[in-house]
Nanobody, 122 residues
C-alpha cells in the first residue's frame, strides 16, 4: 500500500492550496482518511478526517479547510483557503485499513503518505 500526498507549495497569507492524496493497492471508499500536519519543532497534529459517517476538522482550520473525496479517482482532497503563516507544516495523509472505519470512532490510520510541504509566507 502506498499513499501519495501532493499539492504543497509556497503561498502568500490569504492564499489557497489544494492537497491531494492518492493510493496504490488500496481503496479509500468506505474508510476513514485523515490529514495531519507537523510544523518544525512541534508535534504532529490531526487536521481533518473524512469517512462515510462523519468529517472532522481541528478548531484552527474550521471554516477555512474542506476535506472531500472522489471515489472514482480514489483520491482525497484538502482544500485550504485563507491560509495563515501558522498553517506552515508538512502535511501527511493517512488511511485506516478497516472497512467502514469512521472518523468519530478512533480511526487507527494504518497507512501514511510521505508528506507534502506547505509554506505560507509573504
Amino acid at each position: 500500500v502506498q499513499l501519495q500526498a501532493s499539492g504543497g507549495g509556497l503561498v502568500q497569507p490569504g492564499g489557497s492550496l489544494r492537497l491531494s492524496c492518492e493510493a496504490s493497492r488500496f481503496t479509500f471508499e468506505h474508510r476513514a482518511i485523515g490529514w495531519f500536519r507537523q510544523a518544525p519543532g512541534k508535534e504532529r497534529e490531526w487536521v481533518s478526517c473524512i469517512s462515510d459517517s462523519s468529517t472532522y476538522y481541528v478548531d484552527s482550520v474550521k471554516g477555512r479547510f474542506t476535506i472531500s473525496r472522489d471515489n472514482a479517482k480514489n483520491t482525497v482532497y484538502l482544500q485550504m483557503n485563507s491560509l495563515k503563516p501558522e498553517d506552515t507544516a508538512v502535511y501527511y495523509c493517512a488511511a485506516d485499513a478497516w472497512y467502514s472505519s469512521s472518523c468519530d470512532a478512533g480511526p487507527r490510520f494504518d497507512y501514511w503518505g510521505q508528506g507534502t510541504l506547505v509554506t505560507v509566507s509573504s
